[in-house]
């Protein structure tokens, strides 16, 4: 029972970091109908800039500010760096595209994902860096749950991707720019008609994309510890697989996708090998897109015949 | 506040040098500063002593941070050379980011480069035996040393190859025996699915398993840097977990999740661990040369590194090693009076004997290309992250 919950716990956390990824990846689809597979790296300059701000409030040895401070600001700075680079992306690499085919922004996102990589090697060079979270706030404070004591920084993930899930969704459903965003997913022509400034809303799309990722950035770097220029490629596939496993284009689906991968990284290395824990991942990426596309809460696309 | 964040988080490297890079092959002209007096050259013949020595690594890519220190420590080399000899020997660079194909063709650009007299590198063991097979074909007397491949019985295959770090064969039994002496029953061993890890980690395990211990065996990708799921199905009874691991940062992930789910088995690391990204106070790490910052004859090199480059590891010494011993052998060719080419130097290199080095121990080659006094120590670390010699 130990050994379930431990796992669950960390199927948990990784899902709500690929969930908040995962998002970006389907509010851009869902808007523009085309996979930014520069969003991984949009995501590893988040995580920069969060350990950019740690370094200048002094790091977890000499911080300068309470700990909550901290944190706060290496999460605001993150998305704000993160929005810039998302906002960036979409008018030098994507809006110029718009009206190419669909394969020309594709082929843009993947360029652009290789020079933010190459930008990010030159600026931080090849070293890794590390949040040292332990030292910020040790490993013995946590949340007892049961038999096992969930460490801080783990509830803190799980928490605010929760909040900020729920928040987004809120968002998305009840307010004005939320709307307008479901309007020009839904058909774009028609919400154009309709009065809906598109291109406002394609840049408020990109900018909560982007800052959600950079939220994920700094997670990562205080869960997991390491942060690198290459970072964002991987965890970049996975939100995709996440998104599509959801339903790319559904915000919640690319909740639920996120939380699934991660359970199923999670369980995989636990109860098969973490030799699999790839394989396991990517091959639900080819089934569902062999038995359902759409994914699980994705809207099956509609073509007039 | 953002902006300074950025900066602060950059902190880049300037490795200096002026560079020009064509598909993937860079040349650069080393920093010389000779000063009339102070060169150490003899003779016309020495100061008409040309050279071009390529450099093969990971320079970008996913394993930049090993290649960066590679190629950082060789212009170190080369400078420090040309500027105590009053040569201009001259550096072509070759970025593999670690990819065999890209090894493979990147060597051939080096063999067609009729200049290139010797070469440094490659990082890794699989592109080691990608550009080997290449050298081998078109030239088998060019001579190439890795800084790094520990591959068991790969320089038997190839005639130029040598390497400057000891090989499996050497690290797994030493390792594996030091847990047996520790009264290891159990042992869990993670390899990070590069070569150099996979062999590693086969050899230990053999060893470990003739001498009756439990071994669990795990694999998971560099690119993960969440491992507490697979900490999580560590045994309880296990006494050491073993990471022959490249990437040190990922260690001291590692080590923290463990921390973090109360597992208390002690991290045994290998070579490549030996880095200050891993201080895991209590674990062990296996290194191919004492601390270099202990050793009398290397301290002045090290901080001659430093003072130029912002950080170094365990890949770094080595490639001092491997440098010299080239410059040093077309050094000899030229003292005799001859123009250096890939025959005779390769033949100089082979009477390589070096009393002491960078490692802190004796340099010469058998007759495959291994070091003949390769050795491996083990060192535990501090509360306060220095290293104590074990073995």
């Given amino acids: 029972m130990e050994f379930l919950l431990q796992q669950t716990v960390n199927g948990l956390t990784l899902g709500s970091v690929y969930a908040l990824l995962a998002l970006g990846y389907s509010m851009v689809y869902g808007v523009l109908k085309f996979l930014n597979f520069a969003h991984g790296e949009v995501y590893m300059f988040g995580a920069f800039a969060g350990y950019g701000v740690l370094t200048v409030l002094g790091g977890p040895t000499g911080l300068l500010v309470p700990v909550w401070l901290a944190l706060t600001l290496m999460f605001v700075g993150a998305m704000v760096v993160s929005s810039g680079v998302g906002l960036a992306l979409e008018r030098f690499a994507y809006r110029p595209l718009r009206s190419a085919s669909r394969l020309a922004p594709l082929i843009s996102a993947i360029g652009a994902s290789f020079f933010l990589q190459a930008a990010a090697l030159l600026l931080f060079s090849a070293n890794s860096r590390s949040y040292d979270a332990p030292t910020l706030i040790p490993i013995a404070n946590g949340l007892t749950i049961g038999p096992i004591n969930v460490w801080a920084v783990r509830v803190l993930v799980i928490v605010t991707a929760v909040v900020l899930m729920v928040l987004l969704t809120w968002w998305v459903r009840s307010s004005r720019a939320g709307k307008a965003v479901r309007a020009v997913s839904f058909d774009t022509e028609a919400a154009a008609m309709m009065g809906v400034d598109v291109d406002r809303v394609i840049v408020v799309t990109f900018l909560i994309g982007s800052a959600l990722a950079g939220v994920g950035g700094v997670m990562v770097g205080l869960v997991f510890g390491r942060i690198f220029h290459f970072m964002g490629f991987i965890a970049g596939l996975k939100a995709f697989t996440a998104a599509v496993v959801g339903g790319i284009g559904s915000i919640p689906g690319a909740m639920l996708g996120g939380l699934l991968i991660g359970f199923a990284e999670a369980y995989t290395t636990a109860y098969i090998s973490s030799t699999f824990q790839n394989l396991i991942v990517f091959g639900l990426l080819i089934a569902f897109l062999l038995i359902r596309p759409s994914g699980f809460l994705g809207r099956p696309e509609l073509v007039k015949v | ?391």
């Fill in chain 2, 1 to 391: 506040m953002l902006a300074l964040a950025l900066v602060v988080a950059a902190c880049g490297d300037d490795t200096g040098g002026d560079t020009t890079t064509t598909a993937g092959v860079t040349t650069t002209e080393g920093e010389t500063d000779t000063t009339a007096g102070e060169t150490t050259t003899t003779g016309a013949e020495a100061m008409a002593c040309e050279a071009t020595i390529g450099v093969m690594g990971p320079f970008t890519g996913e394993v930049a941070f090993i290649g960066e220190v590679q190629l950082n420590w060789f212009n170190y080399a080369l400078d420090t050379w040309n500027e105590e000899m009053g040569y201009d020997f001259q550096m072509v660079e070759a970025d593999t980011q670690f990819d065999v194909a890209q090894s493979a063709t990147l060597a051939q650009q080096l063999l067609d480069n009729p200049d290139v007299l010797g070469v440094v590198g490659p990082a890794g063991s699989d592109q080691v035996d990608a550009a080997g097979a290449v050298f081998e074909a078109g030239d088998p007397d060019l001579t190439v040393i890795s800084p790094s491949s520990t591959r068991s019985g790969i320089t038997a295959q190839y005639t130029g190859l040598f390497r400057t770090v000891p090989t499996d064969d050497d690290q797994g039994p030493t390792t594996a025996d030091f847990m047996v002496e520790q009264g290891a029953q159990s042992v869990f061993i993670v390899d990070d699915q590069s070569s150099y890890s996979t062999g590693l980690a086969d050899t230990t395990q053999d060893n470990l398993e003739t001498a009756d211990v439990t071994v669990t065996r795990e694999s998971v990708s560099q690119d993960v840097t969440d491992f507490s799921a697979l900490v999580g199905t560590i045994p309880d009874d296990t006494d050491f977990v073993y990471l022959p691991w490249q990437v040190a940062a990922n260690g001291q992930i590692f080590a923290n999740q463990m921390a973090e789910q109360g597992k208390e088995a002690v991290i045994f690391g290998s070579d490549g661990m030996d880095s200050d990204d891993f201080t895991q106070a209590g674990s062990y790490i296996a290194a191919f040369a004492p601390d270099i910052a202990a050793i009398e004859g290397s301290v002045s090199i090290l901080e001659g590194y430093l003072e130029q480059y912002e950080n170094t590891s365990t890949f770094g010494p080595p490639v001092w090693a491997a440098a010299r011993v080239i410059f040093e052998a077309i050094d000899r060719v030229c003292q005799a009076g001859e123009t250096p080419d890939r025959a005779n130097v390769q033949a100089e290199v082979r009477n390589t004997d070096q009393t002491t080095s960078i490692l802190g121990s004796p340099i010469s080659f058998t007759e495959d290309g291994d070091l003949v006094e390769g050795t491996f120590f083990i060192f535990q670390i501090q509360e306060d992250g220095s290293k104590t010699l074990v073995q």
